[in-house]
């Protein structure tokens, strides 16, 4: 699959329009870390995208973050945290939700839900109305929220 048919990628190029710069893409942060391999390494987790000015990251959370998908969560093998995946991708999301914040950084997290997409989550792309859902979401309203 090329970038451009990812609906991630196709969610954080509208961000890049609203922002009006490009964002770092699978950015890792050294304080944001995924749980400690046999030999006690912790590699940095990524982040779907950072815009340092306005510190900002965008997490695009497809529907298996939110609901069990045996293709993602591949539940007959354990990962490095000894769980299956989908229960790892759910303890770092909740780090991310954690540990983005505390470090003074605004974490938008968008789903399908939020996007003209079918019950399915796939996205119909359908950009006027995409672009102003994820600029509701984007930019902080008068109160600075």
């Known amino acids: 699959m090329v970038r451009a048919d990812r609906d991630e990628d196709y969610v954080i190029d509208v961000c890049d329009q609203i922002l009006g710069e490009p964002a770092l893409r699978q950015h890792r942060f050294d ?18 995208a950072y815009w340092p000015d306005p510190a900002v990251v965008v997490e695009y959370r497809e529907l298996q973050h939110e609901r069990p998908n045996r293709h993602f969560d591949k ?12 229960i790892q991708r759910a303890i770092y999301d909740a780090r991310r939700d954690e540990l983005i914040p ?26 006027s109305y995409d672009r102003a859902a994820i600029e509701r979401l984007l930019l902080p309203d008068e109160s600075g929220r």
């Open 75 to 86: 539940p007959d093998r354990l990962t490095i945290s000894g769980v299956h995946r989908g």
């Open 31 to 48: 304080w944001l870390r995924g749980d400690p391999g046999r030999t006690g390494r912790r590699v940095a987790l990524p982040v779907d």
């Open 102 to 127: 505390a470090h003074g950084i605004r974490l938008v997290v968008i789903t399908p839900h939020h996007l003209d997409s079918t019950g399915r989550g796939r996205l119909h792309r359908t950009r």
